[in-house]
Protein backbone atom coordinates (compact mmCIF):
# COMPACT_ATOMS: atom_id res chain seq x y z
CA UNK A 1 0.00 0.00 0.00
CA UNK A 2 0.93 3.51 -0.38
CA UNK A 3 2.21 5.22 2.78
CA UNK A 4 1.15 8.96 3.65
CA UNK A 5 3.90 9.98 1.42
CA UNK A 6 5.83 8.61 -1.30
CA UNK A 7 8.95 8.35 -3.19
CA UNK A 8 10.88 6.19 -5.46
CA UNK A 9 13.64 6.36 -3.59
CA UNK A 10 13.90 6.95 0.66
CA UNK A 11 17.41 7.02 2.26
CA UNK A 12 16.87 6.31 5.55
CA UNK A 13 19.52 8.89 7.87
CA UNK A 14 20.80 12.35 6.14
CA UNK A 15 24.94 11.31 6.88
CA UNK A 16 27.60 11.77 4.23
CA UNK A 17 26.39 8.77 2.70
CA UNK A 18 22.74 9.37 3.26
CA UNK A 19 22.91 12.99 1.93
CA UNK A 20 25.42 11.82 -1.15
CA UNK A 21 23.07 8.79 -1.69
CA UNK A 22 19.72 11.23 -2.13
CA UNK A 23 20.77 14.05 -4.12
CA UNK A 24 22.41 11.54 -6.38
CA UNK A 25 19.59 9.59 -6.89
CA UNK A 26 17.10 13.10 -7.44
CA UNK A 27 20.35 14.22 -9.84
CA UNK A 28 19.39 11.05 -11.74
CA UNK A 29 15.70 11.62 -11.99
CA UNK A 30 13.87 9.68 -8.68
CA UNK A 31 11.51 11.55 -6.56
CA UNK A 32 13.52 11.03 -3.41
CA UNK A 33 12.70 11.30 0.80
CA UNK A 34 15.27 11.67 2.74
CA UNK A 35 14.45 10.60 6.30
CA UNK A 36 16.49 11.79 9.66
CA UNK A 37 16.34 12.19 13.22
CA UNK A 38 17.68 15.58 13.83
CA UNK A 39 16.30 18.93 12.57
CA UNK A 40 20.16 19.28 11.08
CA UNK A 41 20.92 17.54 8.35
CA UNK A 42 24.82 16.02 7.87
CA UNK A 43 24.60 13.14 10.31
CA UNK A 44 27.68 12.39 12.44
CA UNK A 45 30.29 14.08 10.35
CA UNK A 46 28.84 17.59 9.87
CA UNK A 47 27.26 17.98 13.53
CA UNK A 48 29.47 16.14 15.93
CA UNK A 49 31.74 14.41 13.87
CA UNK A 50 34.70 14.97 11.30
CA UNK A 51 33.84 18.99 10.84
CA UNK A 52 33.38 20.37 14.52
CA UNK A 53 36.39 18.32 15.12
CA UNK A 54 38.43 20.05 12.12
CA UNK A 55 37.61 23.19 13.01
CA UNK A 56 38.97 22.45 16.64
CA UNK A 57 41.73 21.15 15.72
CA UNK A 58 42.60 23.97 13.27
CA UNK A 59 42.45 26.05 16.52
CA UNK A 60 44.82 23.82 18.07
CA UNK A 61 47.51 24.09 15.57
CA UNK A 62 47.21 27.93 15.49
CA UNK A 63 48.19 27.44 19.17
CA UNK A 64 50.72 25.02 19.27
CA UNK A 65 52.43 26.56 16.19
CA UNK A 66 52.46 29.98 18.20
CA UNK A 67 54.15 28.33 21.09
CA UNK A 68 56.72 26.84 19.44
CA UNK A 69 57.65 29.79 17.38
CA UNK A 70 59.12 30.92 20.85
CA UNK A 71 61.76 28.93 19.80
CA UNK A 72 62.67 30.47 16.66
CA UNK A 73 62.43 33.81 17.93
CA UNK A 74 58.43 34.83 17.58
CA UNK A 75 57.01 34.83 20.97
CA UNK A 76 53.76 35.38 22.00
CA UNK A 77 52.10 36.00 24.88
CA UNK A 78 49.87 32.90 26.91
CA UNK A 79 46.50 32.54 24.54
CA UNK A 80 43.54 33.69 25.82
CA UNK A 81 40.55 31.27 25.36
CA UNK A 82 37.17 32.43 25.18
CA UNK A 83 35.38 29.16 25.04
CA UNK A 84 32.29 30.50 24.36
CA UNK A 85 33.39 32.21 21.36
CA UNK A 86 35.60 29.52 20.27
CA UNK A 87 32.24 27.09 20.33
CA UNK A 88 30.45 29.71 18.90
CA UNK A 89 32.95 29.71 15.72
CA UNK A 90 33.12 26.16 15.90
CA UNK A 91 29.28 25.88 15.69
CA UNK A 92 28.85 28.49 13.10
CA UNK A 93 31.05 26.45 10.77
CA UNK A 94 28.83 23.36 11.08
CA UNK A 95 25.65 25.65 10.76
CA UNK A 96 27.25 27.20 7.27
CA UNK A 97 27.31 23.63 6.19
CA UNK A 98 24.68 21.93 7.58
CA UNK A 99 22.42 25.04 6.27
CA UNK A 100 24.20 24.45 2.80
CA UNK A 101 22.51 20.90 2.74
CA UNK A 102 19.27 22.17 3.22
CA UNK A 103 19.45 24.37 -0.07
CA UNK A 104 21.28 21.78 -1.75
CA UNK A 105 18.30 19.27 -0.74
CA UNK A 106 15.59 21.95 -1.94
CA UNK A 107 17.16 22.76 -4.79
CA UNK A 108 16.93 18.94 -6.10
CA UNK A 109 13.08 18.92 -4.58
CA UNK A 110 14.45 16.05 -2.11
CA UNK A 111 11.75 15.88 0.77
CA UNK A 112 12.88 16.04 4.17
CA UNK A 113 10.98 14.17 6.11
CA UNK A 114 12.24 14.61 10.38
CA UNK A 115 11.45 12.38 12.52
CA UNK A 116 13.20 8.71 13.84
CA UNK A 117 12.25 5.57 10.85
CA UNK A 118 11.11 1.79 11.03
CA UNK A 119 10.86 -0.33 8.60
CA UNK A 120 7.13 -2.42 9.15
CA UNK A 121 7.62 -3.74 5.92
CA UNK A 122 9.24 -4.36 2.74
CA UNK A 123 8.11 -1.16 0.92
CA UNK A 124 6.90 0.58 4.18
CA UNK A 125 8.76 3.15 6.62
CA UNK A 126 6.82 4.56 9.73
CA UNK A 127 8.76 7.86 10.93
CA UNK A 128 8.07 9.52 14.65
CA UNK A 129 8.54 12.99 14.79
CA UNK A 130 7.34 16.02 16.68
CA UNK A 131 4.47 16.60 14.73
CA UNK A 132 3.08 12.50 15.05
CA UNK A 133 3.89 9.28 13.22
CA UNK A 134 3.88 9.24 9.26
CA UNK A 135 4.39 6.51 6.72
CA UNK A 136 7.01 6.57 3.92
CA UNK A 137 6.17 4.20 1.32
CA UNK A 138 9.50 3.79 -1.40
CA UNK A 139 9.71 1.22 -4.67
CA UNK A 140 13.90 1.21 -3.41
CA UNK A 141 15.56 2.42 -0.01
CA UNK A 142 18.83 3.07 0.68
CA UNK A 143 19.79 2.50 4.40
CA UNK A 144 21.96 4.96 5.59
CA UNK A 145 21.69 4.95 9.86
CA UNK A 146 25.33 5.19 10.68
CA UNK A 147 27.03 4.23 14.06
CA UNK A 148 27.30 5.22 17.54
CA UNK A 149 30.04 5.43 20.30
CA UNK A 150 30.43 2.50 21.83
CA UNK A 151 29.78 2.60 26.01
CA UNK A 152 31.23 0.15 28.22
CA UNK A 153 29.34 -1.46 31.41
CA UNK A 154 31.81 -0.58 34.10
CA UNK A 155 31.63 3.05 32.85
CA UNK A 156 29.39 5.72 34.56
CA UNK A 157 27.83 7.53 31.30
CA UNK A 158 25.23 9.32 32.94
CA UNK A 159 27.85 10.95 34.64
CA UNK A 160 28.02 14.68 33.08
CA UNK A 161 31.84 14.49 33.60
CA UNK A 162 32.00 11.11 31.38
CA UNK A 163 31.40 12.73 27.70
CA UNK A 164 31.73 10.59 24.04
CA UNK A 165 33.11 11.90 21.57
CA UNK A 166 29.67 14.41 20.66
CA UNK A 167 30.24 15.63 24.23
CA UNK A 168 33.74 16.44 23.67
CA UNK A 169 33.04 18.57 20.87
CA UNK A 170 30.42 20.09 22.59
CA UNK A 171 33.31 22.43 24.42
CA UNK A 172 31.40 23.27 27.59
CA UNK A 173 34.59 23.38 29.51
CA UNK A 174 38.49 23.01 29.51
CA UNK A 175 39.51 20.01 32.18
CA UNK A 176 42.45 20.35 34.36
CA UNK A 177 43.03 16.59 34.37
CA UNK A 178 41.19 14.67 31.46
CA UNK A 179 41.96 10.45 30.54
CA UNK A 180 41.44 10.03 26.69
CA UNK A 181 39.86 6.22 27.23
CA UNK A 182 41.15 4.49 23.35
CA UNK A 183 44.25 6.07 21.53
CA UNK A 184 42.83 5.68 18.28
CA UNK A 185 42.03 8.42 15.69
CA UNK A 186 39.10 9.72 17.71
CA UNK A 187 40.86 10.04 20.88
CA UNK A 188 43.93 11.24 19.77
CA UNK A 189 42.39 14.38 17.53
CA UNK A 190 40.48 15.19 20.74
CA UNK A 191 43.53 14.43 22.93
CA UNK A 192 44.64 16.73 20.98
CA UNK A 193 42.40 19.88 21.26
CA UNK A 194 41.92 20.13 24.67
CA UNK A 195 45.92 19.76 25.00
CA UNK A 196 46.54 22.69 23.42
CA UNK A 197 43.50 24.33 25.26
CA UNK A 198 45.70 23.52 28.66
CA UNK A 199 44.52 20.19 29.91
CA UNK A 200 46.70 17.75 31.32
CA UNK A 201 46.03 14.79 29.10
CA UNK A 202 46.05 11.05 29.58
CA UNK A 203 45.47 8.81 26.72
CA UNK A 204 45.17 4.87 27.70
CA UNK A 205 45.19 2.41 24.77
CA UNK A 206 44.76 -1.66 25.55
CA UNK A 207 46.85 -2.63 22.60
CA UNK A 208 51.29 -1.73 22.34
CA UNK A 209 50.83 1.19 20.19
CA UNK A 210 48.20 4.56 19.51
CA UNK A 211 46.57 4.12 16.45
CA UNK A 212 46.38 0.25 16.00
CA UNK A 213 45.83 0.37 12.42
CA UNK A 214 48.87 1.87 11.54
CA UNK A 215 52.20 1.06 11.01
CA UNK A 216 54.10 1.81 14.30
CA UNK A 217 56.87 3.10 12.44
CA UNK A 218 54.48 5.61 11.17
CA UNK A 219 52.90 6.16 14.90
CA UNK A 220 56.52 6.54 16.14
CA UNK A 221 56.67 10.39 15.22
CA UNK A 222 53.04 11.31 16.77
CA UNK A 223 53.72 9.34 19.75
CA UNK A 224 56.80 11.08 20.73
CA UNK A 225 56.07 14.63 19.88
CA UNK A 226 52.73 13.65 22.76
CA UNK A 227 54.32 12.17 25.18
CA UNK A 228 56.24 15.09 25.96
CA UNK A 229 53.13 17.31 25.99
CA UNK A 230 50.44 14.64 27.66
CA UNK A 231 51.02 14.01 31.26
CA UNK A 232 50.78 10.09 30.13
CA UNK A 233 50.47 7.98 27.44
CA UNK A 234 49.25 4.38 28.64
CA UNK A 235 50.00 1.50 26.31
CA UNK A 236 49.00 -2.69 26.94
CA UNK A 237 46.79 -1.25 30.13
CA UNK A 238 42.97 -1.23 30.47
CA UNK A 239 40.42 0.39 32.10
CA UNK A 240 38.95 -1.76 34.74
CA UNK A 241 36.78 0.62 36.68
CA UNK A 242 35.39 4.11 37.12
CA UNK A 243 34.11 5.56 40.32
CA UNK A 244 31.92 8.56 39.75
CA UNK A 245 32.84 10.76 43.43
CA UNK A 246 32.47 14.03 44.40
CA UNK A 247 35.95 14.54 43.77
CA UNK A 248 36.75 13.43 40.69
CA UNK A 249 36.57 9.98 38.26
CA UNK A 250 38.50 7.50 40.35
CA UNK A 251 39.92 4.99 37.72
CA UNK A 252 41.38 1.82 37.96
CA UNK A 253 43.68 0.87 35.68
CA UNK A 254 45.25 -2.79 35.03
CA UNK A 255 48.44 -3.23 33.23
CA UNK A 256 49.26 -6.36 30.99
CA UNK A 257 50.98 -7.96 33.82
CA UNK A 258 47.54 -7.58 35.89
CA UNK A 259 48.98 -4.63 38.36
CA UNK A 260 46.36 -2.07 39.33
CA UNK A 261 46.68 1.52 40.01
CA UNK A 262 44.34 4.33 41.05
CA UNK A 263 44.42 7.97 39.36
CA UNK A 264 41.48 10.24 39.73
CA UNK A 265 40.38 12.74 36.47
CA UNK A 266 38.14 16.06 35.97
CA UNK A 267 36.96 14.27 32.85
CA UNK A 268 37.04 10.90 30.46
CA UNK A 269 36.50 10.72 27.03
CA UNK A 270 35.46 7.46 26.08
CA UNK A 271 36.90 6.92 22.66
CA UNK A 272 36.60 3.11 22.31
CA UNK A 273 35.12 2.44 18.66
CA UNK A 274 31.56 2.81 17.69
CA UNK A 275 28.73 0.31 16.83
CA UNK A 276 26.57 0.31 13.98
CA UNK A 277 22.82 1.45 13.90
CA UNK A 278 21.69 -1.36 11.88
CA UNK A 279 19.80 -2.88 14.57
CA UNK A 280 17.53 -0.37 15.62
CA UNK A 281 15.55 -0.15 12.44
CA UNK A 282 13.33 -3.47 12.78
CA UNK A 283 15.29 -4.30 9.62
CA UNK A 284 13.63 -7.34 9.99
CA UNK A 285 10.31 -6.26 8.76
CA UNK A 286 11.76 -5.51 5.28
CA UNK A 287 13.58 -8.61 5.10
CA UNK A 288 16.63 -7.18 6.07
CA UNK A 289 19.58 -9.49 7.79
CA UNK A 290 21.61 -7.74 10.39
CA UNK A 291 24.27 -9.14 12.27
CA UNK A 292 24.77 -9.68 15.76
CA UNK A 293 26.84 -6.63 15.81
CA UNK A 294 24.30 -4.65 14.00
CA UNK A 295 26.13 -4.42 10.31
CA UNK A 296 23.55 -4.77 7.69
CA UNK A 297 25.47 -6.90 4.96
CA UNK A 298 25.84 -5.88 1.16
CA UNK A 299 26.67 -6.82 -1.89
CA UNK A 300 29.09 -4.61 -4.13
CA UNK A 301 26.14 -2.68 -5.56
CA UNK A 302 25.63 -2.14 -2.11
CA UNK A 303 22.29 -4.55 -2.22
CA UNK A 304 21.57 -6.03 1.21
CA UNK A 305 19.60 -9.46 0.83
CA UNK A 306 16.28 -7.57 -0.13
CA UNK A 307 17.07 -6.23 -3.39
CA UNK A 308 15.22 -3.34 -3.63
CA UNK A 309 16.96 -2.07 -0.20
CA UNK A 310 20.26 -1.24 -0.44
CA UNK A 311 22.74 0.16 2.42
CA UNK A 312 26.13 2.52 2.82
CA UNK A 313 27.98 4.20 5.23
CA UNK A 314 28.88 3.39 8.91
CA UNK A 315 25.76 0.45 8.93
CA UNK A 316 27.74 -1.78 6.17
CA UNK A 317 31.50 -2.15 7.76
CA UNK A 318 34.57 -0.73 8.62
CA UNK A 319 36.55 1.38 7.58
CA UNK A 320 33.62 3.37 9.68
CA UNK A 321 34.97 6.65 6.94
CA UNK A 322 32.88 9.66 5.59
CA UNK A 323 34.68 9.19 2.49
CA UNK A 324 33.71 5.62 2.06
CA UNK A 325 30.17 6.37 3.03
CA UNK A 326 29.85 9.11 0.04
CA UNK A 327 31.35 6.56 -2.59
CA UNK A 328 28.93 3.49 -1.40
CA UNK A 329 25.99 6.61 -1.39
CA UNK A 330 26.93 7.22 -5.32
CA UNK A 331 26.98 3.73 -5.74
CA UNK A 332 23.80 3.04 -4.10
CA UNK A 333 21.53 5.38 -5.84
CA UNK A 334 23.33 5.05 -9.52
CA UNK A 335 22.61 0.96 -9.03
CA UNK A 336 18.78 2.22 -7.76
CA UNK A 337 19.06 4.31 -10.84
CA UNK A 338 19.27 1.66 -13.25
CA UNK A 339 22.97 2.08 -14.22
CA UNK A 340 25.69 -0.15 -14.11
CA UNK A 341 27.92 0.79 -11.47
CA UNK A 342 29.76 -1.40 -8.42
CA UNK A 343 31.98 -0.37 -5.52
CA UNK A 344 35.54 -1.42 -7.17
CA UNK A 345 37.64 1.31 -5.65
CA UNK A 346 41.09 -0.66 -4.44
CA UNK A 347 41.45 1.64 -1.43
CA UNK A 348 40.08 3.73 1.06
CA UNK A 349 42.43 6.28 2.68
CA UNK A 350 42.88 6.62 6.21
CA UNK A 351 43.82 9.90 8.15
CA UNK A 352 44.38 10.64 12.11
CA UNK A 353 44.06 14.48 12.03
CA UNK A 354 46.26 14.51 15.03
CA UNK A 355 49.80 16.93 15.10
CA UNK A 356 51.70 15.95 13.33
CA UNK A 357 48.70 13.35 10.99
CA UNK A 358 49.41 9.98 10.16
CA UNK A 359 47.22 9.02 7.03
CA UNK A 360 47.82 5.59 5.14
CA UNK A 361 46.29 3.63 1.97
CA UNK A 362 46.39 0.66 0.81
CA UNK A 363 48.63 -2.03 2.07
CA UNK A 364 50.55 -1.92 5.37
CA UNK A 365 53.43 -2.89 6.41
CA UNK A 366 52.38 -4.59 9.76
CA UNK A 367 49.78 -6.25 7.22
CA UNK A 368 51.89 -7.48 4.50
CA UNK A 369 54.35 -9.14 7.22
CA UNK A 370 51.09 -10.84 8.48
CA UNK A 371 49.97 -11.93 5.09
CA UNK A 372 53.02 -13.09 3.62
CA UNK A 373 52.58 -10.35 1.01
CA UNK A 374 55.77 -9.37 -0.78
CA UNK A 375 57.04 -5.97 -0.48
CA UNK A 376 59.72 -3.56 -1.36
CA UNK A 377 59.82 -0.35 0.21
CA UNK A 378 61.10 3.38 -0.42
CA UNK A 379 61.24 5.48 2.83
CA UNK A 380 62.14 9.39 3.03
CA UNK A 381 62.38 10.97 5.98
CA UNK A 382 60.93 14.81 6.24
CA UNK A 383 64.57 15.65 7.97
CA UNK A 384 65.77 16.16 4.44
CA UNK A 385 62.56 17.66 3.15
CA UNK A 386 63.69 21.37 2.72
CA UNK A 387 59.87 22.66 3.07
CA UNK A 388 59.13 20.51 6.46
CA UNK A 389 62.10 22.14 7.85
CA UNK A 390 61.01 25.42 6.98
CA UNK A 391 58.09 24.64 8.33
CA UNK A 392 59.37 24.31 12.01
CA UNK A 393 59.51 20.59 11.84
CA UNK A 394 61.44 18.01 11.09
CA UNK A 395 60.03 14.41 12.20
CA UNK A 396 57.76 13.37 9.35
CA UNK A 397 58.00 10.26 7.52
CA UNK A 398 56.91 9.00 3.86
CA UNK A 399 56.63 5.15 3.37
CA UNK A 400 55.74 3.77 0.44
CA UNK A 401 55.15 -0.20 -0.64
CA UNK A 402 55.94 -1.31 -3.74
CA UNK A 403 55.16 -4.90 -5.08
CA UNK A 404 58.81 -6.47 -6.23
CA UNK A 405 57.51 -8.10 -8.95
CA UNK A 406 56.38 -5.21 -10.89
CA UNK A 407 57.39 -1.97 -9.29
CA UNK A 408 53.84 -1.12 -8.84
CA UNK A 409 52.81 1.13 -5.56
CA UNK A 410 50.62 -0.86 -3.38
CA UNK A 411 50.67 1.24 -0.11
CA UNK A 412 51.92 4.52 1.40
CA UNK A 413 51.94 5.74 5.06
CA UNK A 414 52.99 9.16 5.93
CA UNK A 415 53.15 11.06 9.20
CA UNK A 416 53.92 14.33 9.29
CA UNK A 417 52.09 17.77 9.14
CA UNK A 418 49.45 17.88 5.78
CA UNK A 419 49.80 14.09 5.15
CA UNK A 420 46.42 13.53 5.20
CA UNK A 421 46.67 15.76 2.27
CA UNK A 422 49.35 13.74 0.59
CA UNK A 423 47.69 10.88 0.73
CA UNK A 424 45.41 11.64 -2.18
CA UNK A 425 48.17 10.99 -4.50
CA UNK A 426 48.79 7.91 -3.54
CA UNK A 427 45.53 6.96 -3.58
CA UNK A 428 45.34 7.66 -6.92
CA UNK A 429 49.00 6.41 -7.70
CA UNK A 430 47.32 3.11 -6.64
CA UNK A 431 44.42 3.37 -8.79
CA UNK A 432 46.02 4.13 -11.21
CA UNK A 433 48.35 1.12 -11.21
CA UNK A 434 51.08 3.59 -11.02
CA UNK A 435 54.65 2.16 -10.64
CA UNK A 436 58.02 3.75 -8.64
CA UNK A 437 59.13 5.24 -11.92
CA UNK A 438 55.70 7.02 -12.56
CA UNK A 439 56.02 9.02 -9.25
CA UNK A 440 59.69 9.28 -9.03
CA UNK A 441 59.73 10.98 -12.69
CA UNK A 442 56.51 13.09 -12.28
CA UNK A 443 57.97 16.45 -11.64
CA UNK A 444 56.93 17.52 -8.09
CA UNK A 445 56.38 21.49 -7.45
CA UNK A 446 59.90 22.57 -4.73
CA UNK A 447 59.57 22.93 -1.95
CA UNK A 448 56.54 21.07 -1.03
CA UNK A 449 55.72 18.45 1.09
CA UNK A 450 54.51 16.49 -1.83
CA UNK A 451 58.18 15.84 -2.81
CA UNK A 452 58.51 13.47 -0.23
CA UNK A 453 56.02 11.03 -2.32
CA UNK A 454 57.78 11.82 -5.31
CA UNK A 455 61.54 11.17 -3.12
CA UNK A 456 60.26 8.42 -1.24
CA UNK A 457 59.66 7.00 -4.77
CA UNK A 458 63.49 7.67 -5.74
CA UNK A 459 64.59 6.15 -2.80
CA UNK A 460 63.09 3.24 -3.58
CA UNK A 461 64.92 3.46 -7.36
CA UNK A 462 67.96 4.28 -5.95
CA UNK A 463 68.13 7.52 -7.91
CA UNK A 464 68.01 10.16 -5.98
CA UNK A 465 70.73 12.38 -5.79
CA UNK A 466 70.24 16.00 -3.87
CA UNK A 467 67.92 16.65 -0.93
CA UNK A 468 66.69 19.53 -0.01
P1 LIG B 1 26.17 9.01 9.91
O1 LIG B 1 26.99 10.18 9.65
O2 LIG B 1 26.36 8.27 11.17
O3 LIG B 1 24.67 9.50 9.80
C1 LIG B 1 23.60 8.68 10.07
C2 LIG B 1 22.39 9.57 10.23
O4 LIG B 1 21.25 8.76 10.26
C3 LIG B 1 22.39 10.36 11.52
O5 LIG B 1 22.14 11.71 11.24
C4 LIG B 1 21.27 9.74 12.34
O6 LIG B 1 20.59 10.69 13.15
C5 LIG B 1 20.37 9.23 11.26
N1 LIG B 1 19.57 8.08 11.66
C6 LIG B 1 20.00 6.88 12.09
N2 LIG B 1 18.98 6.06 12.31
C7 LIG B 1 17.88 6.75 11.98
C8 LIG B 1 16.51 6.42 11.98
N3 LIG B 1 16.10 5.20 12.34
N4 LIG B 1 15.62 7.36 11.59
C9 LIG B 1 16.06 8.59 11.22
N5 LIG B 1 17.33 8.95 11.19
C10 LIG B 1 18.23 8.04 11.57
N6 LIG B 1 35.34 10.29 9.10
C11 LIG B 1 36.19 10.78 8.18
O7 LIG B 1 36.19 10.29 7.06
N7 LIG B 1 37.02 11.83 8.46
C12 LIG B 1 37.04 12.40 9.68
O8 LIG B 1 37.80 13.35 9.91
C13 LIG B 1 36.17 11.90 10.68
N8 LIG B 1 36.17 12.45 11.90
C14 LIG B 1 35.30 11.98 12.83
C15 LIG B 1 35.31 12.54 14.09
C16 LIG B 1 34.44 12.09 15.06
C17 LIG B 1 34.45 12.72 16.42
C18 LIG B 1 33.53 11.03 14.75
C19 LIG B 1 32.58 10.53 15.78
C20 LIG B 1 33.54 10.45 13.51
C21 LIG B 1 34.42 10.91 12.53
N9 LIG B 1 34.46 10.35 11.27
C22 LIG B 1 35.32 10.83 10.34
C23 LIG B 1 33.55 9.23 10.88
C24 LIG B 1 32.37 9.78 10.08
O9 LIG B 1 31.71 10.74 10.84
C25 LIG B 1 31.43 8.64 9.70
O10 LIG B 1 32.15 7.65 9.01
C26 LIG B 1 30.32 9.13 8.80
O11 LIG B 1 29.58 10.15 9.42
C27 LIG B 1 29.40 7.97 8.41
O12 LIG B 1 28.40 8.45 7.58
P2 LIG B 1 27.03 7.69 7.43
O13 LIG B 1 26.35 8.39 6.29
O14 LIG B 1 27.25 6.25 7.34
O15 LIG B 1 26.23 7.91 8.77
Known amino acids: GKGDIHAEVVVLGSGPGGYTAAFRAADLGKSVVLIEKYPSLGGVCLNVGCIPSKALLHAAKVISEAEEMGENGISFGKPQIDIDELRDWKDGVVGQLTGGLKGLAKARKVQT ?17 DEGTRTVSFDQCIIAAGSEPVKLPFIPHDDPRVVDSTGALELTEIPERMLVLGGGIIGLEMATVYDALGSKVTVVELMDQIIPGADKDIVKPLHKRIAARYEKILLKTKVTNVEAREDGLKVTFEDEKG ?3 TDSFDKILVSVGRVPNGGKIDAGAAGVAVTDRGFIEV ?5 TGASHIFAIGDVVGQPMLAHKAVHEGKVAAEVAAGHKRAFDAMVIPSVAYTDPEVAWVGVTETQAKKDGTKYAKGVFPWAASGRSLSNGRSEGITKLLFDPEDDR ?5 IVGTNAGDLIAE ?8 ADAVDLGHTIHPHPTLSETVNFAAEMFEGTITDLM
Open 259 to 261: EQS
Open 113 to 129: VQGYGRFTGPNMIEVEG
Open 409 to 413: VIGAA
Open 299 to 303: DNQQR
Open 426 to 433: VALAIEMG
